[in-house]
Structures are given as structure tokens and as C-alpha cells.
């Protein structure tokens, strides 16, 4: 049997039909695609962090329900105890597990554009995924369409995105909590950029039992660690533990995770100035001629150019040394569209020089 033949045969065709999720490589340039915290740890923070890893036994499995961990995350998000807390290899797994455990014939919705991997995991376990468009002008929630997306394919789970990437914006509220209560599944509120965004429905949790609030450390600045959660029904989280794979947290990401939960105010302190640098960014963006920014309640901003500029601009920036997301390509609201994570000072200028030089070209 040859490639040809054994390929088609061995996979399912929803993964044949699949894209790899593509990582761009970053050597050698100032880095501002993938919405990380661009500060390190003191000297002094990173001594103390290296001597509670001294003592870790490496020779044995992790704690497999990272027990410590839980209980400073559940301190931490201030998640009351009646709530279960379920972690996973970021929240990537975690969507991963929840979507594994639905019924072959199950539909997942959620609005578009929104996170890439809602659908990508959807697609590739042949589940119905289906996005509803956000409304043009603001990207804010359609609700009448969300609504109507409910009734017309009863998803067994809803992803609302909390600030919205790659949108950055906070949407209504009053739509969030009207479109858990019209659900029929589970609605799932991913809560990655809440540390810039200071609104959570963490609050919420005691009111709807279809609720699920997700969180991962990676924009706090812990993305090396690949760690999320997800919270909620202790019923609802007990049945995604039975798939959840046996020590999917490893010893080194417990010890340093509970580590840097426990020192908060340096996470606050640099969350704060990615705050600072956002609203300078933001303005900046917007004293541009030909340029579009939205309002971002996370660690980017998401900015539009002139009609078939995005290629040309994205490509001069990384000329120049600085890389960002060109969201262009996936089309609709997002055509001519660019995304850009909010960097040190440094990072900041460097990016807004190079797009003033890219600008007068195009």
C-alpha cells in the first residue's frame, strides 16, 4: 500500500479536509502576534520561583488533581467552593475535552469571528459548527441571530468569548445572560483576557447551572506553562473529568503556577501597564490616516486599513522587523483587517514607526 492510498484510508475525512493551525516563526523579530504579556520576572522573582522547583520529585507522576493548585486558583478568581474546577493543558484541551464528549450528531455554536479553535476542534471530531455573525459596524453581538441560531440548531454548546478575539471587545452583558438562558446545552463564557478586561461571570456561576466560566494563565504571562480551567456544576465538570487524561498537568507547571498565583501584585503591576500602553496604542492607531482601530478590552487591539493593504502592510512590518496577525485572509468582517498584541514601550514605538513607514508606501 502506498502513501496515496494508505492516507485516505486511515483518516477521517473531516481531518483530511483540515488545515494545520499555523505558528509563525518569530526569530529575530519584536513579536506582537500572539497576545502574550511581554514582561519577564525580576531577578529576585525568578530566584524564589527556582527554589521552590529544587525540591520537585521528578522521578514521580504529578499530583494528579493538582490539588494546591486548584485551591490558590479557586483563592486567586475568587471561585466559591460549591463550584468544581477542572484544569487543563491550556484551554485549548479543555475545549477539546468538552467537544469529545458530545454525540456525533451535535451542533456547537458560536459568534464569528471568534476564537479560530472552537471551530478547528469541532471540525476535525465531525461535530455541526456553526458561527453567527457579529454585527458589522462594532462587532457586537447580534442577538436576535443568536437567538435564532439556537432555536434553528439547538447546540448542545455555546462559546462566547469574553473579551472576543480577535475582536478585543467586551460584549453586552444583557445579551451574554439572554442567550444562556434561551440555551438548551451548556454555554461556555472563555474568560483568556480577563485581566484586561476587569468583568467576569465568575458572579453569574451560581445562577445558571448550563454555565461554564473558562480562564487560562498564558495572558497573564504564563504562556510557557500551558495552563487553563474551566469552572463550574460540579455534575457538568465530573463528567468532562472521566475523559480528561490521567496527570495532564505536569509537576514543574503545578509548582510554578502556584508560585506565580501567590505573588499577584507583580501581575497586576504588569497588567496594569499593558492597560497604560494599550490606550496609547489605541490612540495613536487612531491619529493615523487611513486606519481604523476598535476598542479592545484585552492585550490587543484589532485595527483596519485601506481596501487590499493588509498583505502589503503586514509584509513591509515584518521587513521591518516587527510581526503582528494579518486576520485578512479569513475574510468577511475581518478582510483588510490586522491585530496587533500591546508590547513593552520599546516594542510599542518600534511597531508604530515601522506601520508610519508602511503607511506612506501604501
Known amino acids: 500500500m502506498t502513501l496515496n492510498t494508505l492516507i485516505p484510508s486511515l483518516f477521517r475525512k473531516e481531518v483530511l479536509a483540515m488545515t494545520a493551525y499555523k505558528v509563525a516563526d518569530a526569530v529575530g523579530l519584536i513579536k506582537l502576534d500572539a497576545m502574550e504579556n511581554p514582561y519577564g520576572w525580576p531577578e529576585d522573582f525568578k530566584r ?18 493538582a490539588q494546591l493548585l486548584v485551591q490558590t486558583i479557586r483563592t486567586h478568581d475568587q471561585i466559591p467552593a460549591q463550584h468544581a474546577i477542572l484544569l487543563g493543558n491550556g484551554s485549548d484541551e479543555i475545549i477539546q475535552l468538552l467537544l469529545m464528549a458530545l454525540p456525533p450528531n451535535a451542533s456547537v455554536l458560536s459568534p464569528a469571528p471568534g476564537f479560530v479553535i472552537y471551530q478547528q476542534i469541532s471540525n476535525c471530531l465531525g461535530l455541526g459548527y456553526h ?30 468569548a469574553y473579551p472576543n478575539n480577535p475582536t478585543g471587545n467586551l460584549f453586552n452583558p444583557g445579551s451574554v445572560h439572554s442567550i444562556i438562558k434561551a440555551a438548551k446545552g451548556v454555554v461556555v463564557i472563555d474568560e483568556a483576557y480577563a485581566p484586561f478586561a476587569h468583568a467576569s461571570f465568575i458572579g453569574s456561576l451560581e445562577h445558571y447551572e448550563n454555565l461554564l466560566v473558562m480562564r487560562t494563565v498564558s495572558k497573564l504571562g504564563l504562556a510557557g506553562l500551558r495552563l487553563g480551567y474551566i469552572a463550574g456544576n460540579p455534575e457538568l465538570i465530573g463528567q468532562l473529568n472521566k475523559i480528561r487524561l490521567p496527570y495532564n498537568i505536569n509537576s514543574l507547571t503545578q509548582l510554578s503556577a502556584n508560585f506565580a498565583l501567590t505573588h499577584k501584585a507583580l501581575f497586576d503591576q504588569q497588567t496594569q501597564a499593558i492597560c497604560t500602553s494599550r490606550a496609547m496604542v489605541f490612540n495613536w492607531l487612531n491619529n493615523m490616516d487611513g486606519i481604523t482601530a476598535y476598542p479592545s478590552s484585552a492585550n490587543f487591539i484589532l485595527f483596519r486599513v485601506g481596501q ?55
Open 48 to 65: 524564589q520561583w527556582l527554589e521552590t522547583l529544587k525540591e520537585c520529585p521528578l522521578n514521580r507522576y504529578p499530583d494528579p488533581e
Open 308 to 362: 487590499g493593504q493588509a498583505d502589503k502592510i503586514h509584509a513591509s512590518l515584518k521587513q521591518q522587523g516587527v510581526l503582528i496577525k494579518n486576520l485578512s485572509p479569513q475574510g468577511g468582517l475581518l478582510s483588510d483587517c490586522l491585530r496587533v498584541t500591546i508590547g513593552t514601550e520599546h516594542e510599542n514605538t518600534a511597531f508604530i514607526g515601522a506601520l508610519t513607514n508602511s503607511m506612506s508606501k501604501h
Open 131 to 160: 458561527g453567527s455573525p457579529l454585527l458589522a459596524h462594532d462587532f457586537e453581538l447580534d442577538l436576535p441571530a443568536m437567538l435564532a441560531a439556537i432555536e434553528l440548531y439547538q447546540p448542545a454548546v455555546i462559546f462566547i
